[in-house]
């Protein structure tokens, strides 16, 4: 059934709608399990749910797949995201022949963002420059099969704020077959029903789906905010800032809060219809549904297992786990446990969890144009200039870096001089987390999670370190029994010392009531996702500058040739030890522009490879490729 009817049937009956966005997650585990849940969430009655385009290689067959499950085995009303960004018109007709094929007749038409490098830009043939020229050419080909929706902006569009050309555009799409619009995500109400005033001022009347990003824990919430760039009333942060550190809290509060605004939007009496934001997880979506009455509180998901297999063979929870009561009752202790990766939910998280390593709702990749990022970042020449970014980062003067998108925390301030002196010397440290033996989890500074608990991390450092100095380190932690590595090339060597697969916690709480909690660990499948990530966005900063310029090549041949490291020191009572690894080593030539050149052909690790990337990914069910 269209999208359009179903809304349009809302509008007439004046009972609002509620709709589901999902996105491909980043592991093959992560896409089984997140199967359980959509099959779960189909109980709360959603009139549709959409699938984000991942863009790019199997991200997009991902899709393809999630979309056909979704329609075909679940039942559910399902809208295809398709983007044009780098699809030639073979790719749009594949996708859409496979949706088509899968029996969903919806699709969001979207531009994309844009590709990074300027230079590379091409409106494919067909001219897919806009979402505009998707929609007709969907139209085109298909007549009326698809109903098409399209984006909406009330907050604007990071390359374009200017609001009445967006609206003009906005225009265009629905002109050329546009039948409904979802909009970004935003936390203002009045806003946004300005901006509904001004899309019927402008003469559209298709109906207006607003997005609704539910709130998980204060640290997602602002991540998300800065990346979306939208404006958060006061009263929000006045509800949620105090709280921060209790997470049960910020979740229940930012239940209340949501639910108010998706309230005030209902009342208006101009919108019918509110879309989810899940990020792939139920429990926040779920609360904010039952405060607004449109699921009933006991309306949780059912007890039904997925008819063709049975979810616990998943490996979804290690089995140590698992209460000895439901030895025998596989199916009752997976609905006990459907929310299991909802809280709290680090960006270290579960590998396995569909919500896993996901920043937002649509593509890794740097945020900002490239404008932006040269005047935030300038135009560094030479390692020391690379570094010396790092450095004013950690001395809190510049607010972000390609690899961390808000500013440096108050833990950090513990090890600042640690970390700044490994800068200096050429370690161009990525995260970090000092050790914390036991402190009460409201504690101001490492404290999460629920009131009365005690909180425990490892100290763990994360770096790009050059192929000079790589075989050095990797010696020296080694011969250090307490101390666990992965360290890994952007072509997926990897190496490690690892005892096994498995997660090892690097956080955890021990709170009343409860089992033991662990939100952040390291393992080989999380860490060969996030290397993709961690590379794809230091190739993005290089993009920022053109081909033949100094910092181009500077930062392509660091992405090219140094390694990613994280480092654990297991002996969570030592918090400085693991920085003595580093002492005496530094990074020859800094000041030298060609001293990436000289890194690269410097002395070469033949530390011993424990692990070759590529076997490894395909043990894990990946290979390196898929992940891209
Ligand atoms: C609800 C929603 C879902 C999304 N889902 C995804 C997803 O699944 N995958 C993903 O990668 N991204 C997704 N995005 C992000 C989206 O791709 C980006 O925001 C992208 O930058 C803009 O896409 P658009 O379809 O709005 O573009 P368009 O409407 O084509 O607009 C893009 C820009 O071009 C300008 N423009 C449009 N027409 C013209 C014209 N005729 N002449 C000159 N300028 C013009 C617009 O003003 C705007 O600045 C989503 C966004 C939203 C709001
Ligand atoms: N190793 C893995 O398996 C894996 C998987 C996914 C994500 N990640 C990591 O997740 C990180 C983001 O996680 P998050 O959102 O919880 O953390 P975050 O980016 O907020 O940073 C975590 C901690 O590191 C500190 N930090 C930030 N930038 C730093 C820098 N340049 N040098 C030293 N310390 C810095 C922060 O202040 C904070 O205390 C990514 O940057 C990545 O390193 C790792």
């Not at 555009?169 to 936390?187: P, S």
């Not at 409201?442 to 100290?459: D, T």
């Amino acid at each position: 059934m269209h999208i359009k009817d179903k809304l349009a049937e809302a509008e007439r009956t004046k009972r609002p709608v509620f709709s589901f966005e999902f996105f491909p997650p980043k592991t093959e585990q992560g896409v089984i399990n997140l199967y359980d849940r959509m099959y779960n969430m189909h109980d709360f009655g959603p009139a549709f749910i959409d699938v984000t385009w991942g863009a790019g290689g199997s991200r997009s067959q991902i899709t393809c797949e999630m979309v056909h499950k979704a329609q075909t085995f679940f039942g559910l009303e399902t809208c295809m995201h398709l983007t044009c960004t780098d699809m030639p018109s073979s790719k749009i007709d594949e996708a859409l022949e496979a949706a088509h094929t899968a029996g969903c007749t919806n699709i969001l038409a979207l531009r994309g963002d844009p590709p990074r490098e300027k230079e590379k830009w091409q409106a494919v043939e067909g001219g897919f420059r806009y979402a505009r020229d998707l929609v007709k050419y969907i139209k085109q080909r298909y007549g009326n099969w698809f109903d098409i929706g399209v984006a909406g902006y009330p907050e604007g569009l990071e390359d374009n704020q200017d609001q009445d050309l967006l609206m003009e555009h906005l225009k265009e799409k629905i002109d050329a077959g546009g039948t409904f619009i979802v909009t970004q995500m935003f936390y203002d109400a009045e806003n946004f029903l300005l901006w509904v005033d001004k899309v019927r001022a402008a003469g559209i009347n298709v109906p207006i789906v607003p997005g609704i990003m539910p709130i998980q824990t204060w640290d997602s919430f602002k991540r998300r905010v800065g990346h979306m760039n939208v404006h958060v009333p006061q009263k929000m942060i006045d509800g949620l800032e105090p709280i921060r550190n209790d997470d049960a809290q910020v979740q229940e509060v930012g239940k209340d809060l949501i639910a108010e605004l998706c309230q005030k939007i209902l009342d208006s009496g101009k919108i019918f219809a509110l879309h989810f934001y899940t990020m792939n997880l139920a429990k926040s979506t779920r609360l904010v549904l039952e405060e607004l009455g449109l699921v009933s509180k006991d309306g949780t998901p059912s007890n039904r297992a997925l008819p063709w297999r049975q979810s616990l063979g998943l490996n979804r929870r290690e089995e140590d786990v698992r209460p000895i009561f439901w030895k025998n009752r596989n199916k009752s202790y997976v609905a006990r446990t459907q929310d299991w990766d909802e809280f709290p939910n680090g960006r270290w998280g579960d590998s396995r969890s569909p919500a896993f390593g996901e920043l937002d709702a649509y593509d890794v990749g740097l945020k900002g144009t490239n404008e932006q990022n040269i005047k935030l970042w300038g135009k560094p020449e030479t390692l020391r200039d690379v570094a010396n970014l790092f450095i004013r980062f950690l001395e809190g003067k510049l607010k972000n870096l390609p690899w961390s998108d808000s500013p440096i925390t108050s833990e950090a301030l513990g090890i600042q001089s640690e970390l700044v002196d490994l800068n200096r010397r050429g370690f161009l440290t990525i995260t970090s987390q000092p050790s914390v033996n036991g402190v009460k989890s409201n504690h101001p500074i490492h404290g999460w999670g629920p009131q009365g608990g005690y909180v425990y991390q490892k100290a763990y450092v994360e770096l790009l370190v050059s192929p000079q100095l790589i075989k050095e380190l990797i010696g020296r932690i080694e011969k250090n029994p307490n101390i666990t590595y992965y360290a890994v090339t952007q072509d997926g060597n990897l190496r490690t010392n690892a005892p096994t697969d498995g997660p090892n916690a690097v956080t955890w709480g021990v709170f009343p009531g409860k089992e033991i909690v662990q939100p952040t660990i390291i393992e080989t499948v999380s860490f060969l996702a996030w290397k993709d990530e961690a590379f794809k966005l230091g190739t993005d900063w290089a993009k920022c500058h053109s081909a033949m310029s100094p910092s181009r090549h500077l930062i392509d041949n660091i992405m090219d040739t140094w390694y990613l490291i994280n480092i654990v020191d297991n002996d969570f009572h030592q918090t400085l030890d693991i920085f003595k690894l580093f002492e005496g080593l530094k990074v020859k030539n800094m000041d030298d522009p060609a001293s990436a050149e000289t890194i690269m052909n410097g002395h070469q690790p033949d530390a011993r490879p424990l692990v070759n990337g590529e076997h490894k990914a395909a043990v894990n069910g990946f290979s390196n490729k898929d992940l891209n």
